[in-house]
């Protein structure tokens, strides 16, 4: 009998997961697909149309295709940006400063604040025609800049709030810098190498696991990204901000047209298990694992 019980000891202790799993993950899932397939208002029977919201989606919807490409604009501004810039961070972070601690806790706060309302709504008065921004630039002797009125600048602003969300990528690529052997510093040195032929042949290589876990992780984030542009421009202007997000928010909960959301959805999806699958099939080219051997 202990025996019989034990055996379902672990079962009983990871049923809350299981549930939350197939409640909160996987039942919408499956549930968001069927959607897609049908003409659903939120009040009455979906009613099954094929694929016709694909079809409809992929041939006829002039703003889908504006917001996709903002959203590709968006991603692959934002994804090259942060990843540098945490890497530069991390670079500096690495070294026995005074006070280290306090500043790599000061750097990593923003990745936490980033995503609140909160922020997003200080960001937009940061920028505002008045803002400390044009203050700063005024100051200066330049002329105020119209951030998020002119669709030129607006996304690059958005983008920036992006980036200043570093954070977690520079807590981990920190914790990469510091797994590196000192010897292999040391072996450098003797042989006369210079410090960017060490960070060039030795801490890259050795950095390019995580930078593929950091890439994957911030794109896949960079697609779903909603608070900023929903808060700060709502879109605008001229849906210069209008990303992907933004429209199956506003298909779904504006319009109540909760198939064709959810066809929009599935359709972000794919493009992001397209770009995942090219980035793994990639990896085998540049990625570098301890115990490689490569010619």
């Known amino acids: 009998m202990m025996g019989g019980t034990s055996r379902y000891t672990g079962l009983v202790y990871v049923m809350p997961y299981i549930l939350g799993l197939v409640l909160f993950t996987a039942f919408p899932f499956g549930a968001s697909l069927y959607l897609s397939f049908t003409d659903y208002d939120l009040l009455s029977t979906p009613n099954w149309v094929g694929f016709a919201n694909y079809e409809r989606l992929l041939t006829s919807d002039r703003i889908f295709e504006r917001s996709l490409s903002v959203t590709l604009l968006y991603v692959f501004m934002t994804v090259p940006l942060k990843l540098t810039f945490a890497l530069f961070i991390a670079v500096i972070l690495n070294y026995r400063l005074r006070a280290i601690n306090l500043f790599r806790t000061a750097f990593y706060v923003p990745?936490?604040?980033?995503?609140?309302?909160?922020?997003?709504?200080?960001?937009?008065?940061?920028?505002?025609?008045?803002?400390?921004?044009?203050?700063?630039?005024?100051?200066?002797?330049?002329?105020?800049?119209?951030?998020?009125?002119?669709?030129?600048?607006?996304?690059?602003?958005?983008?920036?709030?992006?980036?200043?969300?570093?954070?977690?990528?520079?807590?981990?690529?920190?914790?990469?810098?510091?797994?590196?052997?000192?010897?292999?510093?040391?072996?450098?040195?003797?042989?006369?190498?210079?410090?960017?032929?060490?960070?060039?042949?030795?801490?890259?290589?050795?950095?390019?696991?995580?930078?593929?876990?950091?890439?994957?992780?911030?794109?896949?984030?960079?697609?779903?990204?909603?608070?900023?542009?929903?808060?700060i421009t709502q879109g605008g202007p001229l849906r210069s901000t209008y990303l992907l997000p933004l429209y199956i928010y506003d298909k779904a909960f504006k319009s109540f047209d909760m198939g064709y959301a959810s066809a929009i959805a599935w359709i972000l999806f794919l493009i992001i298990m397209t770009l995942t699958l090219i980035a793994f099939w990639s990896s085998k080219k540049w990625v570098y694992y301890a115990g490689d051997r490569r010619d």
């Open 111 to 231: 990745s936490i604040l980033g995503g609140s309302v909160a922020i997003a709504v200080l960001w937009r008065y940061i920028f505002a025609d008045t803002g400390l921004v044009n203050m700063l630039i005024v100051a200066l002797g330049g002329d105020p800049v119209n951030w998020f009125g002119d669709p030129n600048n607006a996304l690059f602003t958005i983008t920036l709030l992006r980036c200043w969300q570093f954070g977690s990528a520079m807590v981990i690529f920190l914790a990469a810098l510091q797994a590196i052997d000192n010897s292999l510093y040391e072996a450098a040195s003797i042989d006369g190498a210079g410090k960017w032929q060490i960070f060039r042949h030795i801490t890259l290589p050795l950095l390019t696991p995580v930078i593929f876990f950091n890439l994957i992780m911030q794109t896949v984030q960079a697609f779903q990204e909603f608070n900023g542009p929903y808060i």
